[in-house]
């Protein structure tokens, strides 16, 4: 229940503002969040990258309101490409569609998403399509479907806390995507969604193995330890190295066991968000683990 309420919350304007504008707001977020500027992004890449981490890089918003805001993002995603390959960083780009627009407008997120899957092919880096609420699946799938022209350039998620995974996948292994597994992080309905977090963890299993055999590179992107051993034996049992996949996880999130990958050989990538529109993000980590309200709220009154 708690979860549901947090993530009521994460669409909620009110508590935004209240939140985004406080001292305290910003100081829970710098958990999740590498800050509000590139440089403060930067610094964490680089930082990871010395580690031995790549690093898929998210400049935070989504759900954009006009044109200009949309083609604002993405020019700032152009910038964001330059600025890594200038750097030499190891970071790829992770992108929201309804943060290009394909809420209101697909032709625009479409020719945006294009602009910048060409501009990555350019530079040998890549554009990962980030999935969000069911409401958006099908635009994403098809301006993913339109747009895989350079597919090295342009990836794509699939959720699998949705019915509908299974054939997702399906499709898109006959089309040779690359696709990063995740569980799901919003609020959806049973219509839509496994309700129970057994069936979503026995279908993340299941597609797990549809895409680890493949012959594509995929990104198993989870915490959790039973997911993650799953894959490792799987890969075994198939004969799969350990670098024709790869393990994602969030920022500053289970940071021993992304070290503990690292160290048992395995291509780890870290996704770190920056900006100013941690709101919605930062909600969605909380509603994952509802405990991380307790901790933060705590070391708060502690300090
Ligand atoms: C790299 C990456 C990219 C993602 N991209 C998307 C996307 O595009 N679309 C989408 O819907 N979802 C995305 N997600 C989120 C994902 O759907 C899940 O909500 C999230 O990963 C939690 O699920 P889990 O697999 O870690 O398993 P869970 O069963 O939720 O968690 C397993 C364990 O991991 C730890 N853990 C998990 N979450 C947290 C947290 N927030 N804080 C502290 N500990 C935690 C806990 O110890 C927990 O017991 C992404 C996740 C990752 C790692």
């Known amino acids: 229940m708690l979860r549901s309420f947090l993530l009521y919350l994460s669409e909620r304007e009110s508590l935004k503002n209240l939140l985004v504008s406080r001292s305290l707001g910003r100081r829970m977020a710098a958990r999740f969040i590498a800050g509000e500027h590139l440089d403060d992004a930067v610094r964490a890449v680089r930082q990871l990258n010395s580690e031995g981490f790549d690093v898929t890089l998210d400049f935070l918003g989504e759900s954009v309101h006009a044109a200009a805001e949309a083609e ?36 625009l997120a479409e020719q945006l ?7 990555a092919a350019i530079l040998h880096n ?9 409401a958006h699946v ?3 799938l098809r301006v993913f ?47 839509v969604a496994f309700p129970c977090k ?3 963890d026995a279908n993340f299993i299941k597609l797990m193995q549809s895409l680890l055999v ?30 024709q996949f790869e393990f994602q996880m969030l920022y500053g999130i289970r940071r021993q066991l992304q070290r503990k990958l690292l160290q048992q050989g395995y291509r780890v990538r870290v996704y770190v968000p920056y900006g100013k529109e941690w709101y919605a993000y ?22």
């Open 145 to 191: 479907h339109h747009l895989n022209a350079p597919r090295h350039a342009l990836g794509v998620v699939i959720q699998s806390y949705l019915y509908r995974s299974g054939k997702d996948v399906e499709e898109l292994v006959k089309f040779g995507a690359r696709v990063r597994l995740v569980k799901g992080a919003y609020h959806e309905p049973s219509e």
């Open 282 to 303: 930062f909600m969605r980590r909380l509603a994952e683990r509802p405990a991380n309200l307790l901790f933060l709220l705590r070391n708060f009154f502690r300090a």
């Open 72 to 107: 604002n993002a993405c020019q700032v995603y152009l910038d964001i490409l330059d600025r890594i390959q200038a750097e030499g960083l190891c970071s790829h780009i992770s992108i929201k569609p309804t943060q290009l627009g394909l809420a209101l407008d697909e032709a």
């Open 113 to 119: 998403l294009g602009r910048l899957a060409g501009r």
């Open 126 to 134: 890549f554009v990962r399509m980030d999935m969000e609420s069911s």
């Open 198 to 200: 057994a069936d979503v």
């Open 138 to 140: 099908e635009g994403t």
């Open 214 to 243: 493949s012959g594509e590179y995929h990104a198993i992107a989870t915490h959790d330890p039973r997911m993650i051993a799953a894959t490792q034996t799987f890969a075994r049992a198939r004969g799969l190295r350990s670098d």
